[in-house]
Protein backbone atom coordinates (compact mmCIF):
# COMPACT_ATOMS: atom_id res chain seq x y z
CA UNK A 1 0.00 0.00 0.00
CA UNK A 2 0.96 3.52 -0.99
CA UNK A 3 0.94 6.52 2.08
CA UNK A 4 0.25 9.80 0.18
CA UNK A 5 1.20 13.46 2.05
CA UNK A 6 0.24 16.63 0.97
CA UNK A 7 1.87 19.25 3.90
CA UNK A 8 0.88 22.17 3.46
CA UNK A 9 0.74 25.14 6.03
CA UNK A 10 -2.18 24.61 8.26
CA UNK A 11 -2.63 20.95 7.66
CA UNK A 12 -1.27 17.24 6.61
CA UNK A 13 -3.49 16.09 4.17
CA UNK A 14 -3.02 12.18 3.91
CA UNK A 15 -4.12 8.69 2.42
CA UNK A 16 -3.43 5.41 1.68
CA UNK A 17 -4.12 3.86 -1.23
CA UNK A 18 -4.43 0.30 -2.25
CA UNK A 19 -3.58 0.56 -6.14
CA UNK A 20 -6.08 3.31 -7.57
CA UNK A 21 -8.54 2.87 -4.43
CA UNK A 22 -8.27 5.14 -1.84
CA UNK A 23 -8.84 3.67 1.71
CA UNK A 24 -9.04 6.41 3.62
CA UNK A 25 -7.98 9.73 4.08
CA UNK A 26 -6.86 12.04 7.17
CA UNK A 27 -5.96 15.42 8.13
CA UNK A 28 -3.45 16.59 11.04
CA UNK A 29 -2.77 20.03 11.78
CA UNK A 30 0.73 20.79 10.63
CA UNK A 31 2.00 22.89 13.80
CA UNK A 32 1.11 19.97 15.86
CA UNK A 33 3.65 17.76 13.91
CA UNK A 34 5.59 17.58 17.09
CA UNK A 35 8.85 15.36 16.89
CA UNK A 36 9.55 12.74 14.54
CA UNK A 37 8.57 10.37 17.33
CA UNK A 38 5.35 11.46 17.88
CA UNK A 39 4.12 12.09 14.27
CA UNK A 40 5.50 8.55 13.65
CA UNK A 41 3.44 6.96 16.92
CA UNK A 42 0.20 9.11 15.42
CA UNK A 43 0.96 7.10 11.76
CA UNK A 44 0.94 3.96 13.03
CA UNK A 45 -1.78 4.56 15.78
CA UNK A 46 -3.97 5.66 12.59
CA UNK A 47 -3.19 2.89 10.44
CA UNK A 48 -4.22 0.24 13.23
CA UNK A 49 -7.10 1.86 13.67
CA UNK A 50 -8.05 1.54 9.81
CA UNK A 51 -7.27 -2.24 10.36
CA UNK A 52 -3.70 -1.66 8.62
CA UNK A 53 -0.14 -2.27 10.04
CA UNK A 54 2.63 -0.39 9.34
CA UNK A 55 4.42 -3.03 7.74
CA UNK A 56 1.51 -2.89 4.98
CA UNK A 57 2.80 0.40 3.73
CA UNK A 58 5.34 -0.06 0.99
CA UNK A 59 6.30 3.57 0.11
CA UNK A 60 5.35 6.76 1.09
CA UNK A 61 5.11 10.16 -1.12
CA UNK A 62 5.58 13.41 -0.29
CA UNK A 63 5.02 16.85 -1.47
CA UNK A 64 5.56 19.59 1.01
CA UNK A 65 5.35 23.47 1.56
CA UNK A 66 6.21 23.45 4.61
CA UNK A 67 10.35 22.75 4.72
CA UNK A 68 10.14 23.35 8.42
CA UNK A 69 8.71 19.94 8.54
CA UNK A 70 10.96 17.76 6.25
CA UNK A 71 13.69 16.87 8.38
CA UNK A 72 10.94 15.88 11.46
CA UNK A 73 8.82 13.73 8.81
CA UNK A 74 11.63 12.04 6.72
CA UNK A 75 12.84 10.88 10.00
CA UNK A 76 9.75 9.36 11.41
CA UNK A 77 9.22 7.20 8.46
CA UNK A 78 12.87 6.39 8.55
CA UNK A 79 12.22 5.51 12.08
CA UNK A 80 8.98 3.85 11.91
CA UNK A 81 8.54 2.85 8.66
CA UNK A 82 11.76 1.02 8.13
CA UNK A 83 10.58 -0.55 5.08
CA UNK A 84 9.03 1.69 2.86
CA UNK A 85 10.59 3.32 0.27
CA UNK A 86 10.40 6.86 0.66
CA UNK A 87 9.33 9.45 -2.28
CA UNK A 88 9.33 13.28 -2.17
CA UNK A 89 7.51 15.24 -5.15
CA UNK A 90 9.04 18.25 -6.06
CA UNK A 91 10.15 19.84 -9.27
CA UNK A 92 12.77 18.23 -10.90
CA UNK A 93 10.79 14.88 -10.90
CA UNK A 94 9.83 13.33 -14.01
CA UNK A 95 5.93 13.57 -14.50
CA UNK A 96 5.22 14.27 -17.81
CA UNK A 97 3.88 17.93 -17.29
CA UNK A 98 5.73 20.33 -18.95
CA UNK A 99 7.04 23.59 -16.28
CA UNK A 100 6.54 26.79 -18.21
CA UNK A 101 7.15 28.45 -15.32
CA UNK A 102 10.55 31.03 -15.72
CA UNK A 103 12.11 29.26 -12.07
CA UNK A 104 10.79 25.79 -12.47
CA UNK A 105 11.87 25.08 -8.90
CA UNK A 106 9.96 27.77 -7.65
CA UNK A 107 6.96 25.22 -8.22
CA UNK A 108 5.07 24.43 -5.12
CA UNK A 109 5.13 20.63 -4.95
CA UNK A 110 1.06 20.57 -4.01
CA UNK A 111 0.67 22.56 -6.97
CA UNK A 112 2.26 20.30 -9.45
CA UNK A 113 0.82 17.27 -7.82
CA UNK A 114 -2.59 19.14 -8.04
CA UNK A 115 -1.88 19.20 -12.25
CA UNK A 116 -0.80 15.98 -12.63
CA UNK A 117 -4.09 14.91 -11.30
CA UNK A 118 -6.10 17.02 -12.64
CA UNK A 119 -4.48 15.82 -15.79
CA UNK A 120 -5.04 12.32 -14.97
CA UNK A 121 -8.52 13.20 -14.98
CA UNK A 122 -9.33 15.02 -17.85
CA UNK A 123 -6.22 14.25 -20.31
CA UNK A 124 -5.57 16.18 -22.86
CA UNK A 125 -7.89 19.26 -21.95
CA UNK A 126 -7.31 22.59 -21.06
CA UNK A 127 -7.40 23.25 -17.47
CA UNK A 128 -7.88 25.34 -14.62
CA UNK A 129 -7.59 24.00 -11.22
CA UNK A 130 -8.21 26.08 -8.49
CA UNK A 131 -7.09 24.94 -4.62
CA UNK A 132 -9.20 26.89 -1.78
CA UNK A 133 -6.57 26.62 1.62
CA UNK A 134 -4.58 28.60 3.36
CA UNK A 135 -3.46 30.23 0.10
CA UNK A 136 -5.84 30.18 -2.81
CA UNK A 137 -3.93 28.92 -6.08
CA UNK A 138 -5.07 29.16 -9.76
CA UNK A 139 -2.83 27.14 -12.54
CA UNK A 140 -3.54 27.04 -15.50
CA UNK A 141 -2.27 23.65 -17.41
CA UNK A 142 -3.03 23.96 -21.25
CA UNK A 143 -3.47 20.48 -23.88
CA UNK A 144 -3.06 18.28 -20.60
CA UNK A 145 0.55 18.83 -20.37
CA UNK A 146 1.97 22.68 -19.96
CA UNK A 147 1.68 24.04 -16.58
CA UNK A 148 1.65 27.55 -17.59
CA UNK A 149 1.51 29.41 -14.66
CA UNK A 150 -0.75 30.60 -11.64
CA UNK A 151 -1.96 33.28 -9.44
CA UNK A 152 -1.76 33.20 -5.66
CA UNK A 153 -4.43 34.64 -3.41
CA UNK A 154 -4.51 35.05 0.70
CA UNK A 155 -6.73 32.44 1.52
CA UNK A 156 -10.28 32.73 3.13
CA UNK A 157 -8.96 32.29 6.48
CA UNK A 158 -5.57 33.98 6.55
CA UNK A 159 -7.34 37.17 5.31
CA UNK A 160 -9.93 37.08 7.81
CA UNK A 161 -6.88 37.19 10.43
CA UNK A 162 -5.19 39.83 8.85
CA UNK A 163 -8.30 42.21 9.58
CA UNK A 164 -8.27 40.57 12.70
CA UNK A 165 -4.85 40.99 13.71
CA UNK A 166 -4.73 44.55 11.65
CA UNK A 167 -7.65 46.18 13.40
CA UNK A 168 -8.75 47.40 16.07
CA UNK A 169 -12.65 46.28 16.61
CA UNK A 170 -13.07 43.74 13.80
CA UNK A 171 -13.08 39.91 14.77
CA UNK A 172 -12.49 36.29 14.02
CA UNK A 173 -15.62 35.23 11.97
CA UNK A 174 -17.08 31.96 10.91
CA UNK A 175 -16.32 31.11 7.37
CA UNK A 176 -19.58 30.29 5.65
CA UNK A 177 -21.87 31.61 2.69
CA UNK A 178 -23.45 34.50 3.46
CA UNK A 179 -27.39 34.77 2.80
CA UNK A 180 -27.47 38.21 0.74
CA UNK A 181 -24.67 40.28 -0.75
CA UNK A 182 -25.18 43.50 2.08
CA UNK A 183 -24.28 42.28 5.51
CA UNK A 184 -26.46 44.27 8.60
CA UNK A 185 -23.71 43.61 11.43
CA UNK A 186 -19.62 43.94 11.36
CA UNK A 187 -19.90 39.97 11.59
CA UNK A 188 -22.07 39.59 8.74
CA UNK A 189 -19.63 42.57 6.64
CA UNK A 190 -16.77 40.55 7.47
CA UNK A 191 -18.32 37.11 6.09
CA UNK A 192 -19.72 38.66 3.39
CA UNK A 193 -16.35 40.25 2.24
CA UNK A 194 -14.24 37.15 2.86
CA UNK A 195 -16.98 35.17 0.54
CA UNK A 196 -17.79 37.56 -2.11
CA UNK A 197 -14.47 39.02 -2.33
CA UNK A 198 -13.24 35.77 -2.80
CA UNK A 199 -15.92 35.24 -5.58
CA UNK A 200 -15.07 37.71 -7.74
CA UNK A 201 -11.60 37.40 -7.55
CA UNK A 202 -11.43 33.84 -8.95
CA UNK A 203 -14.27 34.97 -11.67
CA UNK A 204 -11.86 37.48 -12.75
CA UNK A 205 -8.81 35.28 -12.88
CA UNK A 206 -10.59 32.14 -14.53
CA UNK A 207 -11.88 34.76 -17.31
CA UNK A 208 -8.62 36.47 -17.64
CA UNK A 209 -6.98 32.68 -17.92
CA UNK A 210 -9.69 31.69 -20.62
CA UNK A 211 -8.83 34.45 -22.91
CA UNK A 212 -4.89 35.04 -22.15
CA UNK A 213 -3.92 31.77 -21.99
CA UNK A 214 -6.30 29.91 -23.48
CA UNK A 215 -7.79 32.24 -26.56
CA UNK A 216 -11.35 31.48 -26.16
CA UNK A 217 -10.48 27.79 -26.26
CA UNK A 218 -12.78 25.23 -23.84
CA UNK A 219 -11.70 24.70 -20.50
CA UNK A 220 -12.49 22.45 -17.91
CA UNK A 221 -11.89 24.47 -14.00
CA UNK A 222 -11.64 21.89 -11.46
CA UNK A 223 -11.40 23.35 -7.72
CA UNK A 224 -9.92 21.15 -4.53
CA UNK A 225 -9.09 22.51 -1.07
CA UNK A 226 -10.98 22.86 2.26
CA UNK A 227 -13.05 25.75 1.18
CA UNK A 228 -13.88 24.88 -1.86
CA UNK A 229 -17.63 23.03 -0.98
CA UNK A 230 -18.32 26.75 -0.26
CA UNK A 231 -18.70 27.29 -3.47
CA UNK A 232 -20.20 24.60 -4.72
CA UNK A 233 -23.72 26.10 -6.30
CA UNK A 234 -21.94 29.29 -7.52
CA UNK A 235 -21.38 27.59 -10.98
CA UNK A 236 -17.78 28.40 -11.55
CA UNK A 237 -16.50 25.32 -11.19
CA UNK A 238 -16.96 21.83 -13.46
CA UNK A 239 -16.07 19.95 -10.78
CA UNK A 240 -14.95 19.71 -7.18
CA UNK A 241 -12.23 16.77 -6.40
CA UNK A 242 -11.37 17.18 -3.22
CA UNK A 243 -8.48 14.08 -3.34
CA UNK A 244 -6.87 15.78 -6.32
CA UNK A 245 -3.58 16.40 -4.98
CA UNK A 246 -3.42 12.97 -3.10
CA UNK A 247 -4.52 10.82 -6.47
CA UNK A 248 -1.48 13.32 -8.41
CA UNK A 249 0.59 12.20 -5.53
CA UNK A 250 -0.42 8.47 -5.98
CA UNK A 251 0.32 8.85 -10.20
CA UNK A 252 3.61 10.55 -9.62
CA UNK A 253 4.78 7.35 -7.71
CA UNK A 254 3.35 4.84 -9.81
CA UNK A 255 5.19 7.17 -12.52
CA UNK A 256 8.49 7.44 -11.56
CA UNK A 257 8.37 3.65 -10.42
CA UNK A 258 7.66 2.52 -14.02
CA UNK A 259 10.24 5.03 -15.75
CA UNK A 260 12.45 3.15 -12.97
CA UNK A 261 11.27 -0.33 -14.27
CA UNK A 262 11.82 0.51 -17.92
CA UNK A 263 15.05 1.90 -17.51
CA UNK A 264 16.32 -1.64 -16.04
CA UNK A 265 14.77 -3.99 -18.49
Request: glycine share 12%; aromatic share 10%.
Amino acid sequence: MLLCLDIGNTHIVGGVFDGEELKFRFRYATHQIGTADQFGIFLRNLLRENGLEHDDIRAVCKASVVPGANFTVRHAFLQYFPKAEYFILQAGVKTGINIKYKNPNEVGADLIAGAIGGVAAFPGKNLIIIDLGTATTLVAVKDGRDFMGGTILPGMRVAMESLRLNTARLMEVDIEEPQNYLGQSTRECIQNGLYFGHLGAMKEVIAGYRQEVFGGADTTVIATGGFAQLYRERGIFDMILPDLVLQGLRIAYENDKAAEKQKSA
